[in-house]
């Protein structure tokens, strides 16, 4: 996707984005906000490209109409020069992800005063009582302007103050960071005690409404969940139903196949395929006006919900929904879907590019999120810590992480009363002061040895609960070809 027609990079070092492809040119203009804070692949692969959207991003501040904080979300196209609200909490929490996958603070230091002025903008704008409900109108990446109070936005606001909080406090900014905590922490009581219905989240719209989707079951309901578990934030609602309103989503939204289901305005799915559809009202509560594409099915939402399943502990039905999607994309063609540019041109199946708003579609890259929960992957370059918390196959696990300036393989083995674990370094340098690790429950950790490619280094554990942490009397730093191997004893 980087190297074909969505992206481009000038002459001038400006990197471009369009959201997809289409039959001549790139599909939707200008780096969309809205779109692209969904992508994670490109952050966590290169994250010196992330570095330069955020600053390309940030960077419009400088412009008199944006100097109050808002980023349109276009890039300095002034006839779509409007803030989306969830493009502009992307952003926010795309800088934080951006620190984290950095070896220093400098990058934060300079970009921090811009930050914050976005934080303070979706403040002043949409809770100017400070009380972590929002209102007002919302526009969003369903191209319309949502209303109200939901846990859509409301949850992705929540993700974006803790991780502004975060910020501030590295920037000895206690006043801010506690503003920020203040408003979270009320919002998260606010939107929990008013939006659960029981079953999932929903809509409490303004009286005058907006583009709304009511009492639907949204793909997205709890959007800043799946982004704070990215970051080591989170959770914001009580984790009981965050299960349970993703295993609604499931049981109301999840089609085996779409035989006799209208697919509007566009048809994505060939009706003998699965998929996960954006809203749902369950007991026939559907109102004739609502919001756009409801009843479409698009593969970058259906990944972030099912990582999201996959983070509360739901891995089946997650890994479930990541299969539909798979399997969709398996190389074989299908035909007589939507046939416009800014739609799959009438034809799906590529396995190397998915399909939305044109081919090779960005949103699509919220995909590498299903790896970051498979391995429970935490990471934080600037204070050298990594840790890990397998999902997928906890017992004997293996898969690909990328770090600041490495990248290489983490690998865990539990055996009757024992647990190995292994960081093994492909490609560059991985500077680590602390590891975390999970065990299993009920189980006393004890340190058995630890050594980098045979060599023992001193590293003083620590446990509470089920999680165990490593920390070196002196950080360390493993190089290509080099790996550290902690052997746990467990006892019940």
Not at 454 to 461: D, F, I, M
Request: some cysteine; overall charge negative; charged content about 20%.
């Amino acid at each position: 996707m980087l190297r074909g027609k969505t992206c481009f990079w000038g002459r001038d070092g400006f990197f471009g984005c369009w959201e997809g492809v289409g039959w001549d040119d790139g599909a939707a203009h200008g780096n969309c906000t809205h779109v692209w804070q969904y992508a994670q692949a490109h952050a966590r692969l290169f994250p010196e490209i992330a570095r330069k959207l955020r600053e390309e991003a940030f960077g419009q501040m400088t412009l008199l109409a944006y100097a109050e904080g808002g980023i349109p979300h276009r890039y300095k196209m002034m006839d779509w020069n409007h803030v989306a609200f969830d493009g502009q909490c992307g952003e926010i929490l795309s800088a934080y992800r951006e620190h984290l996958n950095q070896s220093n603070q400098k990058w934060l230091n300079e970009w921090w005063p811009r930050i914050k002025k976005a934080t303070d903008y979706l403040i002043t704008r949409y809770d100017p009582d400070e009380d972590g409900i929002l209102a007002g109108a919302q526009w969003n990446t369903l191209d319309g302007n949502l209303s109200g109070s939901t846990s859509w936005m409301g949850t992705l606001y929540l993700a974006a103050l803790e991780a502004s909080e975060k910020m501030a406090v590295l920037q000895n900014d206690s006043n801010t960071a506690s503003v920020y905590r203040t408003t979270r922490l009320s919002g998260m009581k606010k939107q929990n005690e008013s939006l659960w219905n029981g079953e999932y989240y929903i809509q409490k719209p303004d009286p005058m409404g907006q583009s709304d989707y009511f009492n639907g079951c949204h793909i997205d309901q709890l959007l800043g969940e799946w982004w704070a578990g990215q970051l080591g934030l989170g959770p914001y609602y009580p984790t009981d139903r965050i299960k349970t309103a993703m295993n609604s989503l499931v049981k109301y939204n999840f089609r085996a196949n779409f035989r006799g289901i209208t697919q509007a305005p566009r048809k994505f799915v060939d009706d003998d395929d699965a998929g996960l559809q954006m809203i749902t009202w369950p007991n026939n509560g559907r109102p004739k006006a609502h919001m756009s594409y409801a009843d479409e099915v698009m593969s970058g939402f259906e990944y972030d919900a099912a990582a999201t399943m996959v983070h509360f502990g739901s891995v089946k039905e997650g890994y479930m929904i990541a299969k539909a999607v798979s399997d969709r994309y398996d190389g074989r063609l299908r035909t007589g879907l939507c046939p416009s540019q800014w739609a799959c041109w009438g034809y799906s199946g590529n396995p190397f590019g998915d399909d939305e708003c044109g081919k090779f579609y960005a949103r699509a890259m919220s995909s590498w999120s299903l790896l970051l929960v498979s391995q429970g992957y935490i990471y934080n370059g600037p204070e050298k810590i990594i840790g890990f918390d397998p999902k997928w196959q906890p017992e004997e696990h293996a898969s690909f992480f990328t770090g600041a300036q490495a990248w290489g393989l983490f690998l865990q083995k539990r055996d009757k009363g024992s647990q190995k674990v292994n960081i093994k370094v492909s490609w560059g340098n991985l500077d680590i002061a602390e590891v975390r690790l999970t065990v299993d429950p009920d189980c006393k950790a004890g340190l058995s040895g630890i050594q980098i490619s045979g060599k023992p280094v001193s590293a003083e554990l620590t446990q509470d609960g089920n999680k165990v942490v490593l920390k070196f009397e002196e950080p360390v730093s493993i190089g290509a070809g080099k790996e550290l191997g902690i052997t746990l004893d467990l006892v019940k």
